[in-house]
């Protein structure tokens, strides 16, 4: 075997080396500016974040703050905050998609996700995301259906364990109180007692609403049990099985509805026809009838094309007379203009029309084929009409596939919004018992220990799977970790760094400015990005004063990865995002 010339393994080392090389130019530099990205959005999102956290500590004491530490705990002293911030801020974009992934993979699951949902049963606070797992929800709602039922059950307990007034509602809670079927002595007492304050199963009076708040509450566990209900992510799905589901409904109908509804929809679908039928047999008739059509209304096509010669004619002659007139005769020309092409028109009609035809002649067959297509559309319309409606008829068979498919195609949309109505109150009604029901005092403690016990939570592989697989689908506007139920278990490591610029590692900028009316505040990001070395603003807490310090980027990832430092913007005192601002 005859050996390898030495300068042949040379070409070929340095061929994979520069190919290698390539590679790296191009994936590099890349994979820099990915990261850059990320980590522009994250400090954006904290600056965001931040910004809720001011608006919830201004309930509360009536000021803004710039002081990180009493946002954070203005968080912890109120448990309503934190409810309404773990579903107000994206959790997922307030740090980078690997230290989630590492915070998961931190977790001890499912066990402490077990151990969560049984604390805040035991706390009686709202479940909310945690309630979907394993429908857990839907079973406490199944359970307190099933103790209603229960010709022993005692519905004291039921009475204490539900904010009556938030589970049915405003509208529906006054209702109840000038309910006809109530003395209006009673009416009057029980009204006064909960103005001022008083809930509505803490009063005396309570014996004779409770009957009409039961009802309710059935009436609502009717709605949260039912199970036809599609969500949105759902639709294509619905869509293949409710088309099956429509054929088969359809397909019963005797003759006489059928025809009903062939009455009903021949109109539709006549119109939906009409121009396809035309489109494949204008140019037909339109051949078999030209030269009659043409001969028998010469005067009229005549017309139309003489005019539109004058109305070319009459702007390009306006031009030369102004190219031809003096100035001092151009202001005015435009109140003897018309008087003046009366003048040159016939002439100019004389000799030129002709040729003018001559050079035109698809624009006059234009004008032609419009005006008999105009004329033939009446006549051929209603010849036709009654033509289709007689050619569906022959085939009754045939017909009805092709009605039940095109009906489906009308009425398809309105059937979907029905079902997001539908999808809309079981939600609204699964939120209200979420926040409104005490379950572990309804159900009972033995129970629920039971249920929670028994519930099937992912383990580590699993729930990162899913959250992974969320993550593909885009741009999510609630936070993933809370759609999972995670927020509450990793928000203190989350809340750890939600105050820095994860490129500086500094404090974001908090300003607050009082002024006579209300008071405003605005966040920026440290960073200070001045076309030269950007640097960062830090503030000495104790002094309270700046010192600028330079930010350099690693050499290797300035110079091979195109990197850079820049600020991530701010939000200014009327409470707008610079990123989000547009710009002409």
Same mark, same amino acid.
């Given at each position: 075997?005859? +050996?390898?010339?030495?300068?042949?393994?040379?070409?070929?080392?340095?061929?994979?080396?520069?190919?290698?090389?390539?590679?790296?130019?191009?994936?590099?530099?890349?994979?820099?500016?990915?990261?850059?990205?990320?980590?522009?959005?994250?400090?954006?999102?904290?600056?965001?974040?931040?910004?809720?956290?001011?608006?919830?500590?201004?309930?509360?004491?009536?000021?803004?703050?710039?002081?990180?530490?009493?946002?954070?705990?203005?968080?912890?002293?109120?448990?309503?905050?934190?409810?309404?911030?773990?579903?107000?801020?994206?959790?997922?974009?307030?740090?980078?998609? =690997?230290?989630?992934?590492?915070?998961?993979?931190? /977790?001890?699951?499912?066990?402490?996700?077990?151990?969560?949902?049984?604390?805040?049963?035991?706390? !009686?606070?709202?479940?909310?995301?945690?309630?979907?797992?394993?429908?857990?929800?839907?079973? &406490?709602?199944?359970?307190?259906?099933?103790?209603?039922?229960?010709?022993?059950? %005692?519905?004291?307990?039921?009475?204490?364990?539900?904010?009556?007034?938030?589970?049915?509602?405003?509208?529906?809670?006054?209702?109840?109180?000038?309910?006809?079927?109530?003395?209006?002595?009673?009416?009057?007492?029980?009204?006064? =007692?909960?103005?001022?304050?008083?809930?509505?199963?803490?009063?005396?009076?309570?014996?004779?609403?409770?009957?009409?708040?039961?009802?309710?509450?059935?009436?609502?566990?009717?709605?949260?049990?039912?199970?036809?209900?599609?969500?949105?992510?759902?639709?294509?799905?619905? +869509?293949?099985?409710?088309?099956?589901?429509?054929?088969?409904?359809?397909?019963?109908?005797?003759?006489?509805?059928?025809?009903?509804?062939?009455?009903?929809?021949?109109?539709?679908?006549?119109?939906?026809?009409?121009?396809?039928?035309?489109?494949?047999?204008?140019?037909?008739?339109?051949?078999?009838?030209?030269?009659?059509? #043409?001969?028998? %209304?010469?005067?009229?096509?005549?017309?139309?094309?003489? !005019?539109?010669?004058?109305?070319?004619?009459? =702007?390009?002659?306006?031009?030369?007379?102004?190219?031809? $007139?003096?100035?001092? $005769?151009?202001?005015?020309?435009?109140? #003897?203009?018309?008087? /003046?092409?009366? /003048?040159?028109?016939?002439?100019?009609?004389?000799?030129?029309?002709?040729?003018?035809?001559?050079?035109?002649?698809?624009?006059?067959?234009?004008?032609? !084929?419009?005006?008999?297509?105009?004329?033939?559309?009446?006549?051929?319309?209603?010849?036709?009409?009654?033509?289709?409606?007689?050619?569906?008829?022959?085939?009754?068979? @045939? &017909?009805?596939?092709? $009605?039940?498919?095109?009906?489906?195609?009308?009425?398809?949309?309105?059937?979907?919004?029905?079902?997001?109505? *539908?999808?809309?109150?079981?939600?609204?009604?699964?939120?209200?018992?979420?926040?409104?029901? @005490?379950?572990?005092?309804?159900?009972?403690?033995?129970?629920?220990?039971?249920?929670?016990?028994?519930? %099937?939570?992912?383990? *580590?592989?699993?729930?990162?799977?899913?959250?992974?697989?969320?993550?593909?689908?885009?741009?999510? =506007?609630?936070?993933?970790?809370?759609?999972?139920?995670?927020?509450?278990?990793?928000?203190?490591? /989350?809340?750890?760094?939600?105050?820095?610029?994860?490129?500086?590692?500094?404090?974001?900028?908090?300003?607050?400015?009082?002024?006579?009316?209300?008071?405003?505040?605005?966040?920026?990001?440290?960073?200070?990005?001045?076309?030269?070395?950007?640097?960062?603003? *830090?503030?000495?807490?104790?002094?309270?004063?700046?010192? %600028?310090?330079?930010?350099?980027?690693?050499?290797?990832? *300035?110079?091979?990865?195109?990197?850079?430092?820049?600020?991530?913007?701010? #939000?200014? &005192?009327?409470?707008?995002?610079?990123?989000?601002?547009?710009?002409?």
């Amino acid at each position: 075997m005859a +050996e390898r010339a030495k300068g042949s393994i040379f070409y070929e080392i340095l061929i994979v080396v520069l190919a290698a090389g390539l590679i790296f130019t191009i994936t590099y530099p890349s994979k820099t500016w990915q990261q850059q990205d990320e980590l522009q959005n994250v400090c954006r999102e904290r600056m965001s974040a931040l910004q809720q956290l001011e608006y919830r500590y201004m309930e509360n004491t009536d000021s803004f703050t710039v002081d990180i530490a009493a946002l954070k705990e203005n968080v912890v002293k109120y448990p309503e905050i934190i409810d309404a911030l773990d579903s107000t801020i994206n959790w997922d974009r307030i740090t980078t998609t =690997k230290t989630i992934v590492n915070l998961i993979n931190g /977790l001890n699951l499912p066990d402490q996700l077990r151990e969560e949902i049984a604390s805040r049963l035991d706390q !009686k606070k709202p479940l909310w995301a945690l309630a979907e797992w394993d429908s857990l929800g839907f079973r &406490l709602v199944d359970e307190v259906d099933a103790v209603m039922q229960d010709s022993m059950f %005692n519905y004291d307990s039921l009475d204490v364990a539900i904010d009556w007034r938030g589970l049915v509602g405003e509208n529906t809670f006054w209702d109840i109180l000038s309910s006809e079927d109530i003395s209006r002595r009673i009416l009057n007492r029980a009204n006064l =007692k909960v103005q001022r304050g008083k809930s509505i199963n803490e009063i005396k009076e309570w014996k004779y609403f409770a009957p009409l708040f039961h009802k309710e509450l059935v009436s609502m566990i009717k709605v949260a049990q039912s199970k036809d209900v599609w969500a949105p992510s759902q639709k294509e799905k619905w +869509e293949i099985y409710r088309k099956k589901q429509w054929d088969a409904e359809m397909d019963t109908l005797p003759q006489a509805l059928r025809d009903t509804v062939w009455h009903k929809y021949q109109e539709k679908l006549w119109e939906k026809n009409k121009e396809l039928i035309w489109k494949e047999q204008w140019k037909s008739l339109y051949a078999a009838e030209k030269e009659t059509w #043409i001969e028998n %209304n010469k005067d009229v096509w005549s017309r139309i094309v003489e !005019k539109n010669w004058i109305d070319q004619r009459k =702007k390009q002659w306006i031009i030369q007379k102004k190219n031809e $007139l003096p100035d001092s $005769l151009v202001a005015i020309f435009a109140t #003897i203009r018309d008087s /003046l092409w009366r /003048l040159d028109r016939d002439s100019l009609f004389t000799n030129e029309f002709e040729s003018w035809k001559a050079k035109n002649k698809k624009e006059i067959n234009n004008i032609i !084929k419009n005006l008999w297509e105009r004329e033939r559309r009446l006549t051929w319309t209603g010849e036709m009409h009654d033509k289709w409606i007689s050619d569906q008829e022959q085939n009754p068979g @045939k &017909l009805w596939d092709y $009605l039940k498919f095109e009906v489906w195609l009308i009425e398809k949309d309105n059937l979907w919004r029905q079902e997001e109505k *539908k999808y809309t109150m079981k939600k609204g009604v699964m939120y209200r018992f979420n926040k409104n029901i @005490k379950w572990k005092t309804t159900i009972g403690e033995d129970r629920i220990s039971e249920i929670v016990d028994n519930l %099937n939570l992912p383990d *580590k592989n699993k729930l990162l799977s899913m959250y992974k697989k969320e993550l593909k689908k885009g741009q999510n =506007k609630k936070s993933i970790l809370y759609k999972l139920g995670l927020v509450s278990l990793l928000r203190n490591q /989350l809340f750890e760094n939600m105050h820095l610029c994860p490129v500086a590692q500094e404090p974001l900028k908090i300003t607050v400015v009082d002024t006579t009316i209300v008071p405003k505040f605005e966040i920026k990001c440290p960073v200070v990005d001045t076309g030269k070395t950007p640097f960062v603003v *830090k503030i000495d807490t104790a002094s309270g004063d700046t010192v %600028n310090i330079d930010l350099k980027l690693p050499f290797f990832k *300035k110079v091979f990865g195109g990197g850079e430092i820049r600020s991530h913007g701010y #939000i200014d &005192l009327d409470g707008k995002k610079s990123w989000e601002k547009k710009t002409r």
